[in-house]
């Protein structure tokens, strides 16, 4: 049974950083594309970031230049650092993975910004 266990989340003053942590497991197949969704109150889930096995990054526009998303294949784990944050980066963070068969997803950790 495939799982992934974020750490890492918190509450931050504004211009603060925070890094989350996203260990997958239980997979037979290989994770291709591995990375951060969020989803603020009232709003729909968005994707943060995404990187895949090789190394090619994705970023949404809000984040670039102050998130950092990088990954271990060898722990199967990815990271999102996350530095200059914002109040509007208040949100739950969730992991993501999928393999040739099927997508994953964390259970979501809470990232809070006060300004």
């Known amino acids: 049974q495939v799982q992934l266990v974020e750490s890492g989340g918190g509450s931050v003053q504004t211009g603060g950083s925070l890094r989350v942590t996203c260990a997958a497991s239980?997979?037979?197949?290989?994770?291709?594309?591995m990375g951060w969704y969020r989803q603020a109150p009232g709003k729909q889930r968005e994707l943060v970031a995404t990187?895949?096995?090789?190394?090619?990054?994705n970023y949404a526009d809000s984040v670039k230049g102050r998130f950092t998303i990088s990954r271990d294949n060898a722990k199967d784990t990815v990271y999102l650092q996350m530095n200059s944050l914002k109040p509007e980066d208040t949100a739950v963070y969730y992991c993501?993975?999928?393999?040739?068969?099927?997508?994953?997803w964390g259970q979501g950790t809470q990232v809070t910004v006060s300004s």
């Open positions: 990187i895949t096995r090789s190394g090619d990054t």
């Open positions: 993501y993975a999928n393999t040739w068969r099927s997508d994953y």
């Open positions: 239980g997979s037979i197949f290989s994770f291709k594309t």
